[in-house]
C-alpha cells in the first residue's frame, strides 16, 4: 500500500470515473486503474462498485476513503512542516469563497496576492457554507473564506472584517438620508437571497430580535444580489447588500442606500481552515494580503468596515 495508491483511490472517489481522475492526478488511465486494482488485490476487497455508472464505493470502499484522508492528509503534514521550516510559501493550495463574498472580495486581493507570491498556485471554487465545511473536514481545500461564527469543533476562524448591512430600498429614496434602525425594517416587505445562502441566515437573526417569528412571511427570494436589486427597483419590497456589494452601484442606485446608526449590524467575515493547520504559512500570507485591502477600503469608505482588533 502506498500513498501514491490512496491518492488514486480519493480521485476516483471525488470523480467516480476513472477517467476523470487519471486526468486530475497527471497520470494515464491505465496507469490509475493498475494501481487501484493493485491495492484492492493487495487488501483482498473490492473498494469501488464498477459495474455502477457513475462509479459508486463499495461499503468497504466508504470507510477505506475516509481513513485514505486521514493518512493522506497527515502525509501532506510532513511536507508541510519543511516548507514552514525553510520559510517557503508556494504550492498548490485550493480555497472556497462563499458566494456573497466571492465576487466584491476576490477583486480586491487577488492580483496583490499573485504578484506578491507567484510560487502559490491558487485553485479558488465558490463553494456554499455547507461544502466548504465538508470539503475543510475531507482536505479537498486547504482554507475558505465565509461569514462566521460556524461554531464547528474542527475549523479555526481568523476573523478578517465586519462588513455592514446597508438597507436598499427606491420606494423610500427621499428619506434614506436619515440614518436606519434595526426596528425599522419591515420583514413583510424583506427580499431575500434564497435558501443554502448563509446571508439569509444573518438577515433572519437581524430581524428575529425584532419580529414575532409566528408572524414573519417573506414576498419573494432570489439567488442573487443583482436580481435582489431590479425587484427592489420595481416597487416589490427592500432588500440588505453587505457593504462592498454597494460599490459598484451607479451613482443613481446609490442614492437608494439607508444606511444604519451605528453600531450598525454587521457580519463577520473570517478566514477558516482545519483545526490540522496545515499551509499555516500560505494562510498567513493571505490573511496579511486581505487585511492590507480591507485597511484601503476602509480608508476611503464612508461606512466602517470594522477591524477585528478595533471590534475587540
Same mark, same amino acid.
Given at each position: ?13 471525488? #470523480?467516480?470515473?476513472?477517467? *476523470? ?20 488485490? @493487495? ?7 464498477? !459495474? ?21 492528509? =497527515? ?13 517557503? %510559501? ?7 469563497? %462563499? ?21 502559490? *498556485?491558487?485553485?479558488?471554487? =465558490? ?7 465538508? !470539503? ?6 486547504? &482554507? ?17 472584517? #465586519?462588513?455592514?448591512?446597508?438597507? /436598499? ?7 434614506? *438620508?436619515?440614518? +436606519? ?10 427580499? +431575500?437571497?434564497?435558501?443554502?445562502? $448563509? ?7 437581524? $430581524?428575529? !430580535? ?10 419573494? =427570494? ?9 425587484? &427592489?427597483? @420595481? ?5 440588505? +447588500?453587505? /457593504?462592498?456589494?454597494? +460599490? ?6 446609490? =442614492?437608494?442606500? $439607508? #444606511? ?7 457580519? @463577520? ?7 490540522? @493547520?496545515?499551509?499555516?504559512?500560505? %494562510? ?29
Amino acid at each position: 500500500m502506498t500513498i501514491t495508491q490512496l491518492k488514486y483511490v480519493l480521485a476516483v472517489a471525488q #470523480y467516480q470515473n476513472f477517467t *476523470k481522475a487519471a486526468d486530475k492526478v497527471f497520470v494515464t488511465q491505465p496507469t490509475l486503474s493498475m494501481q487501484i486494482q493493485k491495492l484492492e488485490d @493487495e487488501l483482498d476487497v473490492q473498494i469501488f462498485d464498477r !459495474s455502477k455508472k457513475p462509479i459508486e464505493l463499495t461499503e468497504t470502499g466508504k470507510k477505506i476513503v475516509q481513513q485514505a484522508r486521514n493518512i493522506v492528509n =497527515e502525509s501532506d503534514r510532513i511536507q508541510d512542516i519543511v516548507d514552514q521550516e525553510k520559510g517557503f %510559501i508556494g504550492g498548490e493550495f485550493k480555497i472556497g469563497v %462563499i458566494p456573497t463574498v466571492m465576487p466584491t472580495l476576490l477583486p480586491m486581493f487577488l492580483t496583490n496576492f499573485v504578484n506578491r507570491y507567484p510560487k502559490v *498556485k491558487l485553485r479558488i471554487q =465558490e463553494l456554499t457554507t455547507e461544502s466548504i465545511v465538508e !470539503s475543510l473536514i475531507d482536505g479537498s481545500i486547504d &482554507a475558505a473564506i465565509a461569514a462566521t461564527p460556524l461554531r464547528n469543533e474542527f475549523i479555526k476562524e481568523r476573523v478578517l472584517y #465586519y462588513e455592514p448591512f446597508v438597507a /436598499y430600498d427606491p420606494r423610500k429614496a427621499s428619506t434614506c *438620508k436619515a440614518k +436606519l434602525k434595526v426596528s425599522d425594517i419591515n420583514v413583510d416587505e424583506l427580499l +431575500l437571497l434564497e435558501d443554502g445562502h $448563509c446571508f439569509k441566515d444573518s438577515i433572519l437573526n437581524l $430581524c428575529k !430580535s425584532t419580529r414575532d417569528t409566528d408572524t414573519e412571511r417573506f414576498m419573494l =427570494e432570489s439567488g442573487s444580489f443583482e436580481t435582489l436589486i431590479k425587484l &427592489a427597483d @420595481e416597487g416589490l419590497g427592500m432588500t440588505l +447588500l453587505p /457593504y462592498l456589494n454597494t +460599490l459598484d452601484l451607479s451613482e443613481r442606485k446609490r =442614492e437608494n442606500l $439607508c #444606511y444604519f446608526e451605528e453600531p450598525s449590524p454587521a457580519r @463577520e467575515v473570517s478566514l477558516i481552515y482545519h483545526k490540522r @493547520e496545515l499551509k499555516l504559512q500560505i %494562510i498567513d500570507a493571505l490573511q496579511t494580503v486581505i487585511a492590507g485591502v480591507i485597511k484601503g477600503a476602509i480608508a476611503f469608505s464612508n461606512v466602517q468596515i470594522v477591524s477585528p482588533v478595533a471590534k475587540k
